[in-house]
Structures are given as structure tokens and as C-alpha cells.
């Protein structure tokens, strides 16, 4: 996962489930799968009236880490961690199993987040999360991943699902085709990421395609190409219905809204005017509804409580200092904002520090990244604890 400066030079959902049902509710159905088919109607906020769902996978990750943990503060700010919603990686034709486990346990009252995330090449920009596939396997990506994932999701109707596909593939494509690895995946990202909407666009689903984040395309020069890449591919996979917009600052650090921007007073602030992530989705979402697709967002606010870290506004590895943002919410004061979401699984690292490793990547080792640093997605105990500390709003 990274992020690249594109331009050349450049709060669980708890919604109002109405108090007097609650009331009537015992645990036991309030853990019920519904009873009948879930609908997601395009045009409708599928997080609007539903929790995004706490998953055991985050959860047990962090019950693993906590054996080794005896400050009581931190395990009782970690359990409520746990019991945050957020969305579950599947970046490994080894995880797809764990789809099926994920409809099982998502009650009616939730929805459940998966991020789409096994393109064959990669993190074509960047080396920390290059994936398991090499350019050329699409067939395999097809077979192997999306489709026996398709399958777990239609074997489970009644489970209500979103989707953020593939983040930062198609926004890669747009900055960075000079490079030779992000030229030769062009074709498996655009078929690649067509093929997962097309394959996975069942009733019960929600699917935001990746559009990167507003100090990438959101450069004066990137937002139309951009919007074009993204509604390209859209029409590509046949405009598919469950396809509800497109996903912002996931696994980033950016505020959804901040005046002055953090890097408003950089020498090149005049070349972008999506300083924070709100003008971002506001400025962007007009331009893919003009490619006419569905054009609302949801946004990944699981790491941005702290601001002011980075020494570059492209510095996405480990930013040190950083702490748990807002708390998953389809209460965003922006009617084209869908919902802020935690994709990121907090603690979860985003690239090694160890120069000598395979998957190293030079961002990893910036003055502003937290250091030692296992490989990405690994657990990181001292950055997870770091997270808790400055988490706004508190864990109190
Ligand atoms: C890693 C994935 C991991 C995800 C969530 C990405 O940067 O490449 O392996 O699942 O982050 O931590």
C-alpha cells in the first residue's frame, strides 16, 4: 500500500436503530442474521441504519497481541478497539475462506467491510505491498480470488456487504505510467479491477472503487484524468448497479476537513485545491457522475486523529505520531459522504523498515515514519499502542 504524489511535479455506525426496537431485543436476536434477502438500493446510504461490523478477525488479532500486554488501560482501550467496526483485507487468495466466515457471523444490523485487494502487480508505485501475484496471473485472479469470493457473498443474501476495490490501482495508472511496473499492469488493473465489479455486483453489495486521496488526485492536473480512469473501467464492467461511488484515504492520514489545509502553505498548494479530503469528494464527485457513474464516498478516517506529522504530503508509511480518527459513521455532514470507515486495521503495519528486506520500501525509512516497522499488514504492538494514546476522540 502507498501513496504517490501524482501531480508530475508535483463512531460505529450505532445508527438510530429506533430506541423501542432496541428495547425489545434480546441479545440474541439483536446478533440475528436477517431473515430475508438484504437489498442495497444505488442511490440509498447502505451505512445509514447499519453498523459496520466489528470483525473476529481484527478482534482476534487483537487478543493475540494483548496476551504479552498488562497495563489495564491499554487492555481495556484495546477491547474497545475491538468492538469498532471495521473493514477486513482479503489480500490473499489464502484469506478468500474467511468471506464465508465473515457472512456467518455479521448480524442484521450490520454491514460487513471487505477490501477487494489481490490485482496481479501490486502496489505497482511502491515495493511494501507488492502482492502475490506477478503480472499476466489475471486468469488466476479471476479464478482463484474473485470468483470463489463472489460465491461466499451469493451463498449469504441476507448479509448486507461493501466493498472497497482494489485501493490505489487505478489511481497509480493515472500518476504514475511512467513507471515500467505500473505501464505493464495497466491491462490486469483495468481488466482486473472491470472484472471484480462486474463478478461481485449482487443485490446485497456496495462497491467503492479506489480513487487514492486529495493530495493525489486531487492535483488540478489529475482530477479529470482521474475521474476519467475510474468512470472508464465503470463503463468497461458494464456500469454494474451495486457500484455506489468510490473509496477516499484509505490506509492515509489526511483530515476530511481542515482550513488551512496541512500543506496549504507548500510552494505547490497553488496546483491543488482539495486540501482537505471533503473538498476532495466534493471536487472529485462531480467529475465521475459526469462519466455517469454513482458518484458518493465513504472515507477511511481510522488513522487521521493527528495532523501535522508528515514532513511530505506523499509520506504514506507508518507516519509517526498518528492516532485513531473518528469512529465509523454514516453521520458525516456531507450528503455525498456516505460514511467514515476504519479500513485500516490500526496497528496493522504499512511497509518494513528493514532495508535489507525484499518488500523494502525507501518511504518506510523517512524521518517521519515509525520505526522498527514489520513487514505491511503485520502487527505492530508499539505503533497500535501509539494509535490508542492519541486517539481523538479518546479511548476513555
Ligand atoms: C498490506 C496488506 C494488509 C493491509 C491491511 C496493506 O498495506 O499490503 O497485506 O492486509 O495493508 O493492513
Excluded at 55 to 73: G, K, L, P, R
Excluded at 81 to 96: E, H, K, M, N, Y
Excluded at 326 to 345: C, E, I, N, Q, Y
Amino acid at each position: 500500500m502507498k501513496f504517490t504524489l501524482g501531480l508530475a511535479a508535483c463512531a460505529a455506525v450505532v445508527v438510530a436503530t429506533p430506541t423501542k426496537t432496541v428495547e425489545k431485543r434480546d441479545a440474541s436476536q439483536a446478533n440475528a442474521a436477517c431473515a430475508s434477502a438484504v437489498t442495497l438500493a444505488a442511490g440509498s446510504n447502505p451505512f445509514s441504519g447499519r453498523t459496520l461490523h466489528a470483525n473476529s478477525a481484527y478482534a482476534s488479532e487483537i487478543a493475540a497481541a494483548m496476551q504479552s500486554v498488562t497495563d489495564t488501560s491499554i487492555l481495556a482501550q484495546a477491547s474497545k478497539v475491538a468492538q469498532t467496526g471495521s473493514f477486513l483485507w482479503i489480500d490473499t487468495i489464502a484469506r478468500v475462506p474467511l468471506v464465508a466466515q465473515m457472512m456467518t457471523e455479521t448480524p442484521c444490523t450490520d454491514i460487513m467491510g471487505l477490501v477487494i485487494y489481490d490485482l496481479p502487480g501490486r502496489d505497482c508505485a511502491a515495493k511494501a505491498s507488492n502482492g502475490e501475484l506477478k503480472t499476466g496471473e489475471l486468469a488466476k485472479y479471476k479464478s482463484d480470488y474473485i470468483d470463489p469470493i463472489a460465491a461466499a457473498i451469493k451463498a449469504a443474501p441476507n448479509v448486507a456487504v461493501a466493498l472497497i476495490i482494489e485501493p490505489d490501482s487505478l489511481p497509480n495508472l493515472v500518476t504514475n505510467a511512467n513507471l515500467t511496473t505500473c505501464s505493464s499492469s495497466k491491462s490486469d488493473y483495468e481488466s482486473g479491477v472491470a472484472y471484480a465489479l462486474k463478478t461481485l455486483n449482487f443485490p446485497n453489495v456496495a462497491m467503492y472503487i479506489d480513487a487514492g486521496h486529495g493530495g493525489w488526485l486531487g492535483w488540478d492536473a489529475n482530477l479529470k484524468p482521474g475521474a476519467a480512469e475510474i468512470t472508464k473501467v465503470y463503463t468497461a464492467a458494464g456500469s454494474p448497479k451495486q457500484v455506489f461511488g468510490f473509496s477516499t484515504n484509505v490506509a492515509g492520514w489526511n483530515a476530511f476537513s481542515l482550513s488551512p489545509g496541512e500543506f496549504s502553505t507548500a510552494s505547490d498548494a497553488k496546483y491543488n485545491k482539495c486540501q482537505d479530503e471533503k473538498t476532495y469528494i466534493d471536487t472529485f464527485s462531480p467529475l465521475i457522475k459526469s462519466g455517469g457513474m454513482p458518484a458518493h464516498a465513504i472515507m477511511d478516517t481510522g488513522r487521521n486523529a493527528v495532523q501535522g506529522l508528515r514532513a511530505a504530503w506523499g509520506d504514506w508509511c507508518n507516519v509517526n505520531g498518528a492516532g485513531f480518527g473518528v469512529r465509523p459513521t454514516s453521520s458525516t455532514g456531507d450528503s455525498l459522504v456516505d460514511a467514515f470507515v476504519w479500513v485500516k486495521p490500526g496497528g496493522e503495519s504499512d511497509g518494513t523498515s528493514d532495508t535489507t528486506a525484499d518488500r523494502y520500501d525507501s518511504f518506510c525509512g523517512h524521518d517521519d515514519a515509525f520505526k522498527p516497522a514489520p513487514q505491511a499488514g503485520q502487527w505492530n504492538e508499539a505503533y497500535f499502542e501509539m494509535l490508542l494514546k492519541n486517539a481523538k476522540p479518546a479511548f476513555s
